[in-house]
């Protein structure tokens, strides 16, 4: 958890705005130069970076089951600049049906061994192989309180939108940081969770995501908000973080539809609308009862299409009534030191929401309405 309250004094000053002037952008959009905001994964672009300086790196995978079930297994490696990295392990199993509900946040040692390719990694408990044609990830964890196996491959084709990249503090060569983003909107994932002793046998449709945060998070966003929905005609995802006031406080949006088996369209143009909120007292943050999800762009312009691109517009609201959990990060770290973050730096929440969903889809002259399951998660870093 150091990585949330290292270098305390920078740290009240950027978050919070606080004797400084808003700092340049450029987002993921703005470095897009064909107009099309869907980019091909390249190569490399799944390796893993390990940048120096303050960077925490991860790969996340989502998977919704057949059943009605929802689990996530996440590899992070983090590193400050300060202390050696650290890795860590973060899972959630929840079964309705079993009434199965279990996260696991699980440190190891700073082990983390890249394949040649820098696209495998093995550490103290968990391995990642990525196979040479770049389509299946197998997912293993071999812990006391978890056991995973899982294939998990992807459907269609990934993305990323421009460089993948958005710079804070200016551009590619002068940013004080930036934040990058790889997805596979839609996979297969099939295999086993041994959870608390439980075996849990799991198959159905996952969103996998390598992320780079490549500076302090406290100082990226003030919140975030990522959704996965998944039902047998459609898979969408969205993702939107709102940058501290430092950099202009500006919602950054990124989202995609997968549409009978295929990536339609990739867009930035999308909407979160947080609605009927009602605060919590624990926490103090405002917390919405219903949330309208909005997607606005184009189908993807093929190589040899010579047939304009469609007007895509999907919407979708959600009923968040399922709350699956609410985690504090900073739960781990001493009383007072929590405390003395709350107060003048942070004080990060994480809510995760799990419930059935009907979604809009228009394409062109087109509609299709499908219902499924949406996972949704608002993170709070900061009330400034």
């Given at each position: 958890m150091a990585s949330w309250f290292s270098q305390l004094s920078s740290t009240v000053s950027n978050v919070t705005g606080l004797g400084g002037q808003v700092e340049a952008v450029r987002t993921y959009a703005d470095t897009v130069t064909d107009g099309q905001y869907f980019g091909k994964l390249e190569a490399h672009d799944l390796d893993w970076t390990?940048?120096?300086?303050?960077?925490?790196?991860?790969q996340v995978f989502y998977v919704t089951t057949k059943s009605g079930a929802f689990a996530f297994v996440q590899l992070i490696?983090?590193?400050?600049?300060?202390w050696n990295p650290t890795v860590s392990i973060t899972c959630r199993f929840y079964d309705p049906n079993s009434k199965t509900n279990s996260f696991k946040n699980i440190n190891m040692s700073s082990k983390f061994e890249l394949s040649e390719d820098r696209r495998s990694v093995k550490t103290d408990h968990f391995n990642i192989t990525l196979d040479p044609t770049q389509t299946t990830y197998k997912i293993e964890i071999t812990h006391p309180e978890l056991v995973v196996s899982m294939d998990f491959t992807r459907v269609d084709r990934g993305f990323k939108v421009g460089e993948g990249k958005t710079y804070l503090g200016g551009d590619q060569a002068s940013a004080a940081g930036f934040v990058s983003h790889k997805f596979w909107p839609?996979?297969?994932a099939k295999g086993t969770f041994i959870v608390d002793k439980v075996l849990h046998e799991v198959e159905g449709?996952?969103?996998?995501?390598?992320?780079?945060?490549?500076?302090q998070p406290q100082l990226i966003a003030s919140n975030w908000n990522f959704c996965t929905f998944h039902s047998n005609e459609a898979s969408l995802s969205m993702m939107q973080f709102q940058t501290t006031k430092q950099y202009g406080a500006i919602n950054i949006n990124q989202g995609s539809i997968?549409?009978?088996?295929?990536?339609?369209?990739v867009s930035v143009e999308n909407h979160v609308e947080l609605l009927d909120l009602a605060k919590d007292e624990e926490?103090?943050?405002?917390?919405?009862?219903?949330?309208?999800?909005?997607?606005?762009?184009?189908?993807?312009k093929e190589e040899g299409d010579e047939e304009p691109?469609?007007?895509?517009?999907?919407?979708?609201?959600?009923t968040v009534k399922n709350l699956v959990d609410k985690i504090d990060v900073l739960n781990e770290i001493p009383w007072f030191l929590k405390k003395l973050v709350q107060t003048f730096v942070v004080k990060p929440y994480i809510y995760q929401w799990l419930d059935t969903a009907?979604?809009?889809?228009?394409v062109g002259d087109e509609k299709v309405v499908t219902e499924g399951k949406c996972f949704q998660e608002l993170v709070f870093v900061s009330q400034f």
């Amino acid at each position: 958890m150091a990585s949330w309250f290292s270098q305390l004094s920078s740290t009240v000053s950027n978050v919070t705005g606080l004797g400084g002037q808003v700092e340049a952008v450029r987002t993921y959009a703005d470095t897009v130069t064909d107009g099309q905001y869907f980019g091909k994964l390249e190569a490399h672009d799944l390796d893993w970076t390990l940048a120096d300086g303050s960077s925490t790196e991860n790969q996340v995978f989502y998977v919704t089951t057949k059943s009605g079930a929802f689990a996530f297994v996440q590899l992070i490696h983090s590193n400050i600049g300060i202390w050696n990295p650290t890795v860590s392990i973060t899972c959630r199993f929840y079964d309705p049906n079993s009434k199965t509900n279990s996260f696991k946040n699980i440190n190891m040692s700073s082990k983390f061994e890249l394949s040649e390719d820098r696209r495998s990694v093995k550490t103290d408990h968990f391995n990642i192989t990525l196979d040479p044609t770049q389509t299946t990830y197998k997912i293993e964890i071999t812990h006391p309180e978890l056991v995973v196996s899982m294939d998990f491959t992807r459907v269609d084709r990934g993305f990323k939108v421009g460089e993948g990249k958005t710079y804070l503090g200016g551009d590619q060569a002068s940013a004080a940081g930036f934040v990058s983003h790889k997805f596979w909107p839609k996979a297969i994932a099939k295999g086993t969770f041994i959870v608390d002793k439980v075996l849990h046998e799991v198959e159905g449709d996952g969103t996998f995501i390598h992320a780079i945060q490549g500076m302090q998070p406290q100082l990226i966003a003030s919140n975030w908000n990522f959704c996965t929905f998944h039902s047998n005609e459609a898979s969408l995802s969205m993702m939107q973080f709102q940058t501290t006031k430092q950099y202009g406080a500006i919602n950054i949006n990124q989202g995609s539809i997968v549409l009978n088996g295929k990536l339609i369209s990739v867009s930035v143009e999308n909407h979160v609308e947080l609605l009927d909120l009602a605060k919590d007292e624990e926490t103090e943050y405002d917390i919405p009862q219903k949330i309208k999800l909005t997607w606005k762009g184009k189908t993807i312009k093929e190589e040899g299409d010579e047939e304009p691109a469609k007007d895509v517009h999907v919407e979708m609201m959600v009923t968040v009534k399922n709350l699956v959990d609410k985690i504090d990060v900073l739960n781990e770290i001493p009383w007072f030191l929590k405390k003395l973050v709350q107060t003048f730096v942070v004080k990060p929440y994480i809510y995760q929401w799990l419930d059935t969903a009907s979604a809009e889809i228009t394409v062109g002259d087109e509609k299709v309405v499908t219902e499924g399951k949406c996972f949704q998660e608002l993170v709070f870093v900061s009330q400034f």
